[in-house]
């Protein structure tokens, strides 16, 4: 499998789970790999050694951070924001700085970061972000901040695949349920509550998070834009 060689993708957030398994994807399939870690320094070189990628050192959560790194990048084809934190608990509660660090990571750095992206994209690239079911349907409470960054991701992607249409870049989101990583993994304690309402009653793996992404990103996708993808066993049906 070799159809990205010659693209360039950058990872925005590839360190470990989701992330990691879009890294591996995509350099599998031959695309020279770029991505950025913000605190897992061993992971990220380890997995950039396995795969032949790139890491780079960068925090989403850091706009003028975040914009350099896509800029010394140089030309992306493929843009892929995967960063993002999960705050959850009464909001009432919540420290307002631990809400607001998670809205710079999950949505004012995927907005900031497309943007800077699509500047140096050429025509025909792909940008993709990593949302969530929760940005169609709330089941719990204690996640309503979280809820609001996926939901702003679903605008964004409609919005910029008008705006950047012309230059034949296609806009999606990509939206999992629950999957097993170390955000929310298979054994953990919110496992039992997170297959309730799942028609498939198993968390998804990331590598298929990432192959539903390479597609997306793929010449048999060109007509896709500005649309969500849910990939969730059913979570939300």
Known sequence: MAQFTGKKVLVIGGSRGIGAAVV?????????????????????????????????????????????????????????????????????????????????????????????????????????????????RVPFAGIAAYAMTKSGLQGLARGLARDLGAENITVNVVQPGPTDTDMNPANGPLAEVALAPMAIKKHGTSEDVAALIAYLAGEHARGITGAMHTIDGGFGA
């Open 24 to 136: 591996t994807r995509f350099a599998e399939e031959g695309a020279s790999v770029l991505f950025t870690y913000a605190g897992s320094k061993d992971a990220s070189e380890q997995l950039a050694a396995r795969v032949g990628a790139t890491a780079l050192q960068s925090d989403a959560g850091k706009r003028d951070e975040l914009l350099s790194t896509i800029r010394d990048a140089g030309s992306i084809d493929i843009f892929i924001y995967n960063a993002g934190l999960l705050v959850y608990g009464d909001p009432r509660e919540t420290e307002p700085d631990v809400v607001d660090r998670m809205i710079d990571v999950n949505l004012r750095g995927a907005y900031h970061g497309a943007v800077e992206a699509a500047r140096i994209m050429p025509n025909g690239g792909s940008i993709l972000f990593i949302g969530s079911v929760n940005g169609d």
